[in-house]
């Protein structure tokens, strides 16, 4: 339940069009909703704008499943990251309307497309390669009420593709750039526009590049003063914030 959706309900109990009991039964399980092997947080949307997302890495395909039907039951959107193809499969079944995009392993079920953001966030990638964080970072990002363009292989190595979308990335109210290799990438974007930029090291590269450690540690290092960083292949992380930036 999102404020919108708590302030409806109290609408309603004012004018009469739900009763006191038929309210307190819908609000039941606020905060949370405890289902023995987890507490579903239904509380986040009230708490931060943007409902819970369930991680799916590591879940069982029953897990993944009751915690999606509690959400479901209360809320119109839910976006499972990191899901099984078994995992994305049963979601599918249960739920026909649910998306599954199997390069980046994210399903959601997107009811409520309003637009919460107030610009546009270009979710970035230097490399094909880079797609599956780069796509995490766009269903998230699209999901929780954005407007956003992909741009995709644009690395340093061959800047003149960069350059020929800089009017795009220029229009952008936040830029997610995600690279591997030395992770150049987001300082060069950095250096470009006047936006945010929130980097995104991928497990991407050769043996030195130590499944994404070195591009961690250049992004960190960069010289462009709007570039901050989250954790390597967090497509997820970056795209929320990017988020609440673009809410702003």
């Known amino acids: 339940m999102d404020q919108e959706q708590l302030r409806a309900l109290l609408d309603q109990v ?13 609000m039941r399980h606020l905060p949370f909703e405890d289902i023995g092997f987890a507490k579903v947080d239904h509380h986040r949307a009230l708490r931060h704008g943007i409902p819970e997302v369930v991680f799916g890495l590591g879940k069982t395909p029953d897990h993944i499943s009751a915690i999606a039907a509690a959400l479901l039951a209360r809320a119109n959107n839910v976006l499972i990251t990191r899901a099984t193809p078994e995992a994305a499969a049963r979601l599918k079944r249960e739920h026909p309307e649910a998306e599954h995009f199997p390069i980046s392993g994210v399903v959601r079920v997107w009811r409520d497309r309003t637009l919460h ?59 997610i750039v995600c690279a591997g290799m030395e992770g150049a990438l987001p300082s060069v974007v950095g250096g470009m526009v006047a936006a945010p930029v929130i980097a995104v090291p991928t497990s991407i590269g050769y043996g030195a590049s130590f499944q994404g450690l070195a591009a961690l540690l250049g992004m960190l290092n960069s010289c462009a003063s709007n570039v901050t960083v989250v954790n390597i292949d967090n497509g997820f992380g970056a795209a929320y914030s990017a988020s609440l930036i673009n809410r702003l």
């Open 117 to 175: 953001g107030k610009g546009t966030i270009a979710v970035v990638c230097a490399g094909t390669s880079d797609l599956p964080v780069a796509e995490e970072a766009q269903i998230t990002a699209e999901t929780m009420g954005n407007q956003v363009e992909l741009i995709a292989d644009i690395g340093v190595a061959g800047i003149h593709r960069l350059m020929h979308n800089r009017d795009r990335l220029a229009a952008a109210r936040v830029v």
């Open 14 to 26: 004012r004018s009469g069009a739900t009763g006191v009991d038929q309210a307190i039964e819908r």
